[in-house]
């Protein structure tokens, strides 16, 4: 009698242990399985590349924090209208419908937003980067801002006092190539000008644009009807005592096919054609890509 107990006991004992051991096993492999959300990421500008490092998932749900737009991609790229701290989510989801959570925060640079006026108030170019400057000092024109993000090509002269643009020749280069159209000694090392702007700039008077014409390079222009009214002008307007500044705006359209690059060359002069000096100094012309 006391065997039977004995072994009845051996046996519950054993098949516990069977037990213990499974339940052991389920749960080692019910961790094993389940998914753990983790992603790395970098950017280009607003431009982010998101990098997922989860493990365990068939299933992915970013949502990229600017109410805009989610995705399902695993390893999606995402170009962010708006800057400062984001928190991107990533939801990771296994075949069983366990899901697994983690959210960081990124960074995305500021977006700016420049609506150039001609109006004579400069507080619009703030945000836009100085395209060339005269370092010397001499001279009339100091300082050059091109903006051309929309319609038009737009242009903030500053300089001392003696910037009146009475009179200018402009010359613009739209084709990219230094060694192609007019070829003006005083930029020797790249001038290329398709365009010439003469006349007054600060009064949005009689001046006009011409075509260049010489296919050697030389003093050829043709000139391109009531084109006068395509350059905006401000007033000049005096910042301080020892600075003046104007805005200009010409249309995309007035340049012909622009390929990217814009150049300026200017030559002021009083209204007697006498020259007052050259913007930038040398070698050749202020460029932006556009």
């Given at each position: 009698?006391?065997?039977?107990?004995?072994t009845?006991?051996i046996t519950?004992?054993?098949?516990?242990?069977l037990?213990?051991?499974?339940?052991?096993?389920?749960?080692s492999?019910?961790s094993?399985?389940?998914?753990?959300?983790?992603?790395?990421?970098?950017?280009?500008?607003?431009?982010?590349?998101?990098?997922?490092?989860s493990?365990?998932g068939?299933?992915?749900?970013w949502?990229f924090?600017?109410?805009?737009?989610?995705?399902?991609e695993?390893?999606p790229?995402y170009?962010y209208k708006?800057?400062?701290?984001?928190?991107v989510s990533?939801?990771v989801t296994?075949d069983?419908?366990?899901?697994?959570?983690?959210?960081k925060?990124?960074?995305?640079?500021?977006?700016?937003i420049?609506?150039?006026?001609?109006?004579g108030?400069?507080?619009?170019?703030d945000?836009v980067?100085?395209?060339?400057?005269?370092?010397?000092g001499?001279?009339?024109?100091?300082?050059?801002?091109?903006?051309?993000?929309?319609?038009?090509?737009n242009v903030?002269?500053?300089g001392?006092?003696?910037?009146?643009?009475?009179?200018?020749?402009?010359?613009?280069?739209t084709?990219?190539?230094?060694?192609?159209?007019?070829?003006?000694?005083?930029w020797?090392?790249g001038?290329?000008a398709?365009?010439?702007?003469?006349g007054?700039?600060v009064?949005n008077?009689?001046?006009?644009?011409?075509n260049h014409?010489?296919p050697?390079?030389?003093?050829?222009w043709?000139?391109?009807?009531?084109s006068?009214?395509?350059?905006?002008?401000?007033?000049?307007?005096?910042?301080?005592?020892?600075?003046?500044?104007?805005?200009?705006s010409?249309?995309?359209?007035?340049l012909?096919?622009?390929?990217?690059?814009?150049?300026i060359g200017?030559?002021e002069?009083?209204?007697?054609?006498?020259?007052?000096?050259?913007?930038?100094?040398?070698?050749?012309?202020s460029t932006?890509?556009?």
């Amino acid at each position: 009698m006391k065997k039977m107990k004995l072994t009845k006991y051996i046996t519950m004992l054993v098949a516990l242990l069977l037990l213990a051991a499974c339940s052991s096993d389920n749960a080692s492999s019910d961790s094993a399985t389940k998914p753990v959300a983790d992603f790395s990421f970098t950017n280009d500008g607003s431009t982010f590349t998101f990098t997922n490092l989860s493990t365990n998932g068939t299933k992915y749900r970013w949502d990229f924090g600017d109410l805009y737009y989610v995705s399902t991609e695993k390893d999606p790229v995402y170009t962010y209208k708006i800057g400062g701290e984001i928190r991107v989510s990533l939801t990771v989801t296994n075949d069983a419908g366990e899901e697994s959570f983690i959210t960081k925060v990124i960074t995305a640079p500021k977006i700016i937003i420049i609506d150039i006026k001609i109006d004579g108030k400069f507080t619009d170019w703030d945000d836009v980067a100085v395209t060339d400057e005269n370092t010397s000092g001499n001279g009339s024109i100091q300082k050059i801002k091109i903006w051309a993000g929309g319609p038009n090509v737009n242009v903030y002269l500053e300089g001392n006092k003696k910037m009146l643009l009475e009179l200018v020749d402009m010359f613009i280069n739209t084709d990219g190539n230094t060694q192609t159209g007019f070829l003006h000694a005083n930029w020797a090392e790249g001038s290329g000008a398709e365009f010439l702007f003469e006349g007054p700039v600060v009064s949005n008077g009689w001046g006009a644009f011409y075509n260049h014409t010489d296919p050697s390079g030389g003093w050829g222009w043709s000139p391109i009807a009531g084109s006068g009214v395509n350059l905006k002008a401000s007033a000049l307007v005096s910042l301080n005592d020892t600075t003046n500044a104007l805005e200009f705006s010409i249309p995309k359209s007035q340049l012909g096919n622009l390929t990217g690059f814009i150049g300026i060359g200017i030559t002021e002069m009083t209204s007697g054609w006498s020259a007052v000096a050259n913007f930038p100094e040398a070698p050749k012309f202020s460029t932006l890509q556009l």
